[in-house]
């Protein structure tokens, strides 16, 4: 069994693994941290940013960590952890050669999609005149100024999906639900679990009839509105693949929540603006179930809240109608019946509208001082790029970064100088450290695999031993482009008989409990699955006058030997060797059982606990004579 | 004795020696107990004023088919009522006594298993043992062998009363010897004497007999403790307990030969208890050791076996036992200077571990090694590094030879401990891998911060930590902006560094940076989801107002809100903003820090800004809007501080405050009285005061505070006597008292349903009665003296208090019969607008005389029902008899049986 890690970034995993005959990917996250390279993409022309020094428009593209280090059509199935993990899937679908199936639960799929659309539509609405791909050349790389110049494998840049691949990527998504079982011919099984990280996260069990191994990939313990982790079918696994752990372990979920409530009330009562660039699912919805109660408390009843994106009406309606997926006390909300999330309320109150861009409706009903949320994290592309430049200047206003996936400063670098005060709150609600020790020890595995970044502190805080793994045994760490083989090796396999077979069988009891039976048979295996059959018989020769068939030799069938089993008793032995006229026997004790020094002749036996062996030389007769007794005590399959 | 009660007793005996199942409740035996025992106090022979206590007790007592809790109650009666001798003698002569206390007797009964019989015999036993015949007593019956078993006795009450019941033979055992021994106490030198000690009791006659009865009992008790003090098994440590418990009793009251005798008895045992290692002992075997070490303090003589064992237990094995001994021993308080320097050495070894500075400069490394391997242990690193923490300022309370490291130092150790608790590990400069592993436990604990912060609060005295001042500031303000700071921990931090400055009034040393990011981040903590933290907050603004220091720049004082934050044009827009939230503690604590900011501008008699303006209109919006009472009592109490502030100003009110003050407080007066809350109406009345003392302090007749409360002797200042009595004055002033309508609310007060409020206006309406017209002048006298005071008139609408004042005055004038002119409408020109509003409204608002209502209302018989306490019926022992016999009857006469529902609480 091997693991082919695609990706060396923890939270946005990539790896294939080979199990049983089946070519497993398990997620296809997209790093797309490279675009903090580029200008940010504005919707009408700044002339500021086209003048920035020493940076050159270039067309949107977007990294992808892949290496050819396996042949990606060989692929059988990937399994979908979260919506966030499945961003790459129209690069490895569409121009690979895919001809397998992607699994995912339906809220993966839904919102998936809108995460996609959303960036087609960012790139595709402020379209390029001109693409360049010539700076991808190694020599010419290494002539551009600043960081573009240590940009390590810019050669994998590729240029943003369009939505009929986006479309085609997610024809190949077959929906299945949690605890739903899906057989992979016949060789293994794999079923999604409830991971609590988001609407439809989840892990995967991929087990044969004898193997077991855990995928945990972005999983929550937190009680926010997803449905709670399955932590206990995850137990009794012999390798458990971790990853997707949280990204800010020293940030507190909690303490960030209430930290950016702070801010964005300090900011409104100052009567400055918020903005705060998010994804459009996922964190906004607590943010938004947050500030919901939050409201009153500091007085903002009268601010209002914008969501700004292509997809801000499916996202928020969406989320209303998953009800299955989310957690208990949502759930029952729906009976009542009442929308489960309280966005609702404010979108009926006013207190939240929601627009698919700047232009048209928000335009007339833009309020100051307001609450802005909208995308993208990256301050790269999308209606962000608007509102930075709008907000910049006046340090009234207020950015406050929640998504902890791009670093806060190299975001804002393209518009510097900045007035504007920056508040860094990431909430990532994925397992911490302890959470994660925790879980494990309540789990189990025999082997955990990890990012190598899990095992040993961060790096700028080297000494936080608790910002680590630590298990005994140490988990098999992995980075970019290692291929593991994965520390089991299988044993067993399980074969069918058939009952026409199994009738012929005749069972003997060698020790009670224990039964043993020969059998001859023939192996058929197709789609992995092994079953015996009887032996055919020759078939009869047919008087035929017609031309002698060359005809193959049917199986030569012979009567195996008959196995033995039992033991000899060494007195009972003895005796009946004196009857056979043998006396001079000298006994010898050792570790594994006798040895029988027959002195007369000159032959040794030596009766063991899993053979017996007569050394006997020149002498037949005494040979047959001595095995002959033997096997009179033991019995005969 | 009430008479009543001593003619109903009889019958009470009588219902309870039939039976005990109709009492009214099952409080009512204690009761009756508790006042037997307040009457035999007072000094009364019980036996004398009730004879029938004896024949209830002798006939109790031989009918053993009783409920036990009578049986038990006559057994600690018999205790109450042989407390004398005589008593004694009577009760022994009519050989009661024998048979209430025989063990036997009740044994035989079946009625011993009965935990409450047996407490009540020991504490029959104990109350009697007062005088050496019942001392005799005791020992001829020999109750010591039973006492000593009921010390393991299964009911915990019953051990622990067998416990306090043998310290007290013990010492009664030692003042007679001691008495017959020395002849002469030496009085002077009797310093650890027990004030409850009956050492001061006379023993005239003590034979030398019976001092070798004594001898006995106080040698087998010793016997007793030394055998069973080390437990054979495991299970036997409650029983080690219960006699460490007795010991460390026992040594601290004990004297010299007794003294002596005990310890030469135990402290072999004490020492093999201490080497068994017991964890759970540790503690109270500190409580012996330190109990026998305080007593030899005193003596000024170290005794070597108490030193000895005091050693042993600060160099015990397990680290966290150690460390519970050291820190016993810093809390005791007096010590030896040996023992001293080595319980700090040990406290602080946890933290010289973790943070890596060297505070100890030498460690015995087998104590380091075992304190490293413990502190690895997340949760007992926690609880040692808490033990210590908590008692870091006993140790710089110490001498200063007596510490290994000065107080800076250990200041520096906790900040390092405290960044170690947000995970920053840049400064700490600890670098074995094993002081990494212990300092990982403590990353994010809130309660090793909370006692850190504590530490932190407390080590701010110590001489010369104020150049840590810059270092504490940055600190608290990290963690003021810490996302992950738990409420109490933030709470503990805005307390530090009020604290902080406050004690280092010099912040020359804090710059620029550390304004702005307090600054920040008060404002964003005013913003605060938890609204704990937004109530710290506020409160932090408040209290730093009140902290006055030093800017170097100019010498200037000012206070520390001013020179932190910039005073109140940053704070007062924050609790401005805080008046509207929702919590209403946060909305209190604003007004009150409200008051503290401003204070200062009232003091020095700053112009009033429009600013101010609108926060008083804010306030009284608060105040009749308001639905929690903290915010409306906070109101009041603003305005009390305002007026407070004015009128302890020594030059003459400035007009721009006073122009806004009177109205405002005039309309607090009208609604604050009018408050559903009592507690807002108390702190009414409390600025009613106020406006009184202003008006008529220095007036013949005004006694500030209470005048039933002062002194007949007290001499009165003269300054107060400094404004001559002047009649135009007093009317004036009275004029406008009524216009403030504070008359109204000392009126309505008096009327007030709750009694507090009641109270206290009656008290204030006296003092002004005895400043306008004192009864003390004749009635003619009055009219002759103070005809204009007399004309002075408040209103009386006819509506919810004044309608009772009305009634009030009607009764009183019919009472009197007199044709006098109480409560007859005045005429009134001048009674204010307000009056003149209601009769042009066409409701004639009648007018009466202040004076005479004051005359009229009878304020000292008043005074003298609310004085009382609103239970005092219920809870005389008159009622209490008479409760028990209606319960009887009720119960004897089952067809007229009403359930009685008695709620003792």
Known sequence: MKLYCLSGHPTLPCNVLKFKSTTIMLDCGLDTTSVLNFLPLPLVHSPRLSKLPGWVSKDGTINLEKRELLDLSTIDVILISNYHCMMALPYITEHT????????????????????????????RVPKAQSATC???????????????????????????????????LSKVQLVGYSQKVELFGAVQVSPLSSGYSLGSSNWIIQSHHEKVSYVSGSSLLTTHPQPMDQSSLKNSDVLILTGLTQMPTANPDGMLGEFCSNLAMTIRAGGNVLVPCYSSGVIYDLLECLYQFIESASLGTTPFYFISPVANSSLEFSQIFAEWLCHNKQTKVYLPEPPFPHAELIQTNKLKHYPSIHGDFSSEFRQPCVVFTGHPSLRFGDVVHFMELWGKSSLNTIIFTEPDFSYLDALAPYQPLAMKCVYCPIDTRLNFHQVSKLLKEVQPLHVVCPEQYTQPPLTQSHRSDLMLELQPPPMPYRRCSVLNLPFRRRYERVYILPELANSLVPSEIKPGVSVATVSAVVHSKDNKHTLQSVPKPPPVAPSKKRKR??????????????????????????TLQKHGITEVKVEETADGHIL???????????????THIVCDNNEPLRTTLRDLVLRFLQKL | MDRECVSLLPRVCEVLAASGSSLPDDTSLEKLLDWFTEVTKAGTSLLESCPCLLEFISSVVHNTTLDPSILSFTLRLSGLVAVTEDAFTVLQQSSVLDLVFNLQHWQEAGLWEDPCIRIGWIQGLRTMMQHPKALGFFVQADFLKPLLQLQTDKSLFVASAANQMLAHVLLSCQSVSSVESNGVDEEGEDVGRSSGSIADLEYPAITVETNQDYAAVVTAISECLKKSLVPRKNSQLHQSLQILKLLALLLAQTRAPLWEKLLQMVADSVYELLAAGYSQLVLPLMDVILAAHSCDANRRVTDQRVSRLLSFMLNIRKPADLIQAAAAFLRRGRHDLVHTAQSARVLLLPLDIITGLNLLTTTADEQQFSMVEQLKNKTSCISMICVCLTNTPQITLTAADCLPCPPVLIVTAVLSLLRLCSGDFSSSSSSSSSCRDVSRNIIGSSK????????????????????????????????????HSDPTV??????ALVRWMSVCSDLSSITDQHRQDLLQVATKRSCDIRWEVRDSTVEFLGRLAGVSVVQTTAEEVSDASVALLGGCCFTTPLLRAALQDPESYVRASAISALAQTLAASWQQGAALTQE??????????????????????????????????????????????????????????SRGSADLDWEVKVHTLELAELLLHEAFSGQRGYMKGNPTQTHPYAVIPDTLHTRTHNEEDVVGELNSLVQWGVVSALLSGLVDCDRPVALRACRLLMTLREVVCPLSLGALDATAAMAMVAKVTCELPGCGWAREIRKMLATKAKDAERGCSVGEVVDCDDCGEAGQEAASGGGQTPCV????VLRSLDLDERLDVLTRSSDHVHNSPFSLLQDILTASSAHSQPDTQQEVIVDCY
């Open chain 2, 849 to 852: 005389s202040v004076c005479e």
């Open chain 2, 448 to 483: 090793v911060q909370k006692c850190a912060l504590e530490a932190l609060i407390a080590l701010s005295g110590s001489p010369g930590v104020e150049v840590k001042l810059p270092e504490v500031v940055t600190l608290l303000v990290q963690y003021l902006d810490n996302p």
């Open chain 1, 97 to 124: 050669g895919f001809t397998g199936t992607v699994y995912a639960t339906e809220p993966t799929l839904q919102i998936g999609r809108l995460l996609m659309e959303e960036v087609v539509n960012f790139m595709e």
């Open chain 1, 550 to 575: 060359v005809m193959d030799e049917p199986p030569v069938v012979m009567t195996p030997k008959p196995l033995l089993s039992g033991a000899v008793p060494l007195e009972a032995f003895l005796a």
């Open chain 1, 135 to 169: 700076w991808k050349n190694k020599e010419i790389q290494r002539m551009l100024p600043g960081p573009l110049k240590d940009a390590v494998d810019v050669w994998t840049w590729k240029r943003c999906y369009s939505m009929q691949e986006v479309n085609s990527a």
């Open chain 1, 597 to 611: 020094h027959l002195q007369a002749e000159d032959t040794l036996i030596q009766l063991e606990e899993d053979g």
């Open chain 2, 490 to 495: 933030l709470h503990k931090s805005y307390q």
């Open chain 2, 612 to 669: 101010h303006t609108e926060i008083v209109n804010q306030l009284l919006e608060v105040l009749s809007r308001d639905t929690e009472g903290f915010a409306r009592r906070a109101v009041v109490r603003y305005f009390i501080a305002w007026l407070s502030s004015r009128s302890s100003h020594s030059s003459p009110p400035p007009l721009a405050s006073s122009s806004l003050l009177m109205p405002s407080v005039r309309s607090v007066l």
